[in-house]
């Protein structure tokens, strides 16, 4: 699954359901930077009649404060990406009629001063993370997180779930292939996970969505600009859609992994 794969232009953008949105087919000379043009649309109004309007969904950016997460080409932070990818996503399911609540909105985490003191912070960042989920009721959860690796070679999108969750598997499978549509070459699948503290803990419609390696210098470029962000936001913005306008997908046998 890791391994050299050929850069490929991104051909087509996210149009299912954008209104007066400006062409993102550029002429042939521009293809090469087609992802990098800002989307200038908003979300399709009649979106607010479909399943998503009224769910708590609740977008949680991954990292923060002194913890950068992933470091990239040219420095890039995941804590970084991971925030601007959220904000956006937030924005988009506020304008499809969702009830969002962010984990962080700032370059910081949720650890209290007493996990810092017990030198805890990253558990009591998670604990924090998970104290906002419990606070009321959702009907999902998505972590945004980079990826990163040894060598620049690997690259590609991947959403995370965890193995006993079927409603989990279920949105991880939308998602992933809203990212092969939208985003830069992929050819990763969705993966089952067993010990993530987050998807662990929450039931329901939970995943951790990598967008993408920094280590990998196309995506690293891509994924530091706000277009290419917008893509990726809007790619999961779709996928929560389709999730939630799809009641075989909300009804799934509870014995299905």
Not at 124 to 143: I, P, W, Y
Request: proline residues 5%; contains cysteine; positive net charge.
């Amino acid at each position: 699954m890791h391994g050299k794969h050929r850069h490929v232009p991104l051909a087509f953008a996210a149009m299912a359901m954008l209104v007066g949105a400006t062409s993102l087919f550029p002429p042939a000379q521009e293809a090469r930077a087609a992802w990098f043009r800002p989307l200038q649309h908003k979300v399709n109004p009649s979106t607010q009649s479909t399943g998503i309007q009224g769910k708590v969904i609740v977008v949680d950016a991954g990292h923060g404060g002194r913890d950068s997460g992933a470091r990239g080409v040219g420095g890039i932070e995941e804590k970084q990406i991971a925030l601007a990818v959220a904000q956006k996503l937030a924005r988009y399911l506020q304008q499809g009629g969702a009830i969002v609540i962010m984990t962080r909105t700032a370059d910081t985490d949720l650890a209290t001063e007493r996990d810092r003191a017990m030198k805890q912070r990253h558990l009591g960042d998670l604990r924090g993370r998970l104290n906002v989920v419990r606070r009321q009721r959702v009907d999902a959860f998505v972590s945004v997180h980079c990826n990163s690796a040894p060598s620049p070679d690997w690259r590609g999108a991947q959403v995370l779930y965890l193995k006993t969750n079927p409603h989990a598997k279920q949105l991880a499978t939308i998602m992933q292939e809203a990212f092969r549509s939208e985003l830069l070459p992929t050819h990763r699948d969705i993966q089952s996970n067993r010990t993530l503290f987050l998807l662990k803990r929450i039931e329901g419609p939970t995943v951790l969505a990598e967008i993408g390696f920094v280590s990998n210098p196309d995506e690293a470029r891509a994924l530091t600009t706000g277009a290419y962000q917008e893509r990726v936001a809007f790619a999961m913005y779709q996928a929560l859609v389709r999730y939630f306008s799809d009641p075989a997908a909300q009804h799934v046998a509870e014995g299905a992994g």
